[in-house]
Nanobody
Framework: QVHLVESGGGLVQAGGSLRLTCVASSGRAFGKYTMGWFRQAPGKEREFVAAIAWSGINSYYADAVKGRFNISRDNVKNTVYLQMNDLKPEDTAVYYC???????????????WGQGTQVTVFS
């Protein structure tokens, strides 16, 4: 069982920044798994935001956030971060971190999800 807990959401003015944090339980080797961030806005489907491979070398971003968001990880702390800069009202959503069941894979399905943290951006 993998437990993920997000934090760092809040209310921020457009153009501002937030850093989201996701802490994973230590029940498995965190450094062997891709970590991802997703978001779901009111009335919309959940969408991919960013992902980072097990080593932290490779990362992937949705076009909507590319150049503004940065994903990183600390495998010692079992933590993944999402630094969000130049936030826009359309970034408003509940943000979830997630991880696959399979190790050393990317672009696959995600099996474990956190409870989400709310990000609200106003203009």
């Amino acid at each position: 069982q993998v437990h993920l807990v997000e934090s760092g959401g809040g209310l921020v003015q457009a153009g501002g920044s937030l850093r989201l944090t996701c802490v994973a339980s230590s029940g498995r080797a965190f450094g062997k798994y891709t970590m991802g961030w997703f978001r779901q806005a009111p009335g919309k489907e959940r969408e991919f935001v960013a992902a980072i491979a097990w080593s932290g070398i490779n990362s992937y971003y949705a076009d909507a956030v590319k150049g503004r968001f940065n994903i990183s990880r600390d495998n010692v702390k079992n933590t993944v971060y999402l630094q969000m800069n130049d936030l826009k009202p359309e970034d408003t959503a509940v943000y979830y971190c997630a991880t696959p069941d399979q190790s050393y894979v990317v672009h696959t399905s995600y099996s474990y999800w956190g409870q989400g943290t709310q990000v609200t951006v106003f203009s």
